[in-house]
Antibody
């Protein structure tokens, strides 16, 4: 079955960088776009953007420009989220999730399934 | 402040029917389809409803979605204790050029 398995929790100091992985299995990796969603402690969901798994072209949401980089390694069916210059407000659960529906029609597509989440804690 | 507005909480007793509303605008719910996600405590979100009212396989037919104008709602009938979770609506926003979520509704089964 389609499954997304994310890397483990990270504890980082302010100013450091972190790279989270999301390994996909159970389907052809380049078939679906990969999206990233974050959830601050006790808060709601925030869409960060997506990456085209065929071309590697990323698209960032309004709140995710500059310090956030989406990347892929298609040889191991893995997507990555790298965050640089970490701040305390980056402390959150980060989820990868597949975009299902009509390819290229994100307006009406949906997210399924989701990875289990990776907790990033930024603290001095 | 979320772009889509949901009540922060809702509650019901076992067997009851509850509805959760999601209010948006012409740039999101008014022009794109609505999705609903269920997040059980300590777990990742799970797709509950897509394309306004479609249920993925495995989702009980106790869950139903609807959209009218710039608002949407999720109805849960025959409420069960395992339905206690946070529920989020989502849609694409043409003005923001991105996916927007509601702030989430915490459902308590009394």
């Amino acid at each position: 079955q389609v499954q997304l398995v994310q890397s483990g929790s990270e504890l980082k100091k302010p100013g450091a960088s972190v790279k989270i992985s999301c390994k996909a299995s159970g389907y052809t990796f380049t078939k679906y776009a990969m999206n990233w969603v974050r959830q601050a402690p006790g808060q709601g969901l925030e869409w960060m953007g997506w990456i085209n798994t065929k071309t590697g072209n990323p698209t960032y949401g309004q709140g995710s420009t500059g310090r956030f980089v989406f990347s892929l390694d298609t040889s191991v069916s893995t997507a990555y989220l790298q965050i640089s210059s970490l701040k305390a407000e980056d402390t959150a659960l980060y989820y990868c999730t597949l975009e299902m529906g009509v390819p290229g029609a994100i307006q009406n597509n949906w997210f399924d399934p989701w990875g289990q989440g990776t907790l990033v804690t930024v603290s001095s | 402040q979320s772009v889509l507005t949901q009540p922060p909480s809702a509650s019901g007793t076992p067997g009851q029917r509850v509805t959760i509303s999601c209010s948006g605008s012409s740039s999101n719910i008014g022009s794109n389809t609505v999705k609903w996600y269920q997040q059980l405590p300590g777990t990742a979100p799970k797709l509950l409803i897509y394309s306004n009212n479609q249920r993925p396989s495995g989702v009980p037919d106790r869950f139903s979605g609807s959209r009218s104008g710039t608002s949407a709602s999720l109805a849960i009938s025959g409420l069960q204790s395992e339905d206690e979770a946070d529920y989020y609506c989502a849609a694409w926003d043409d003005s923001l050029n991105g996916v927007v979520f509601g702030g989430g509704t915490k459902l308590t089964v009394l």
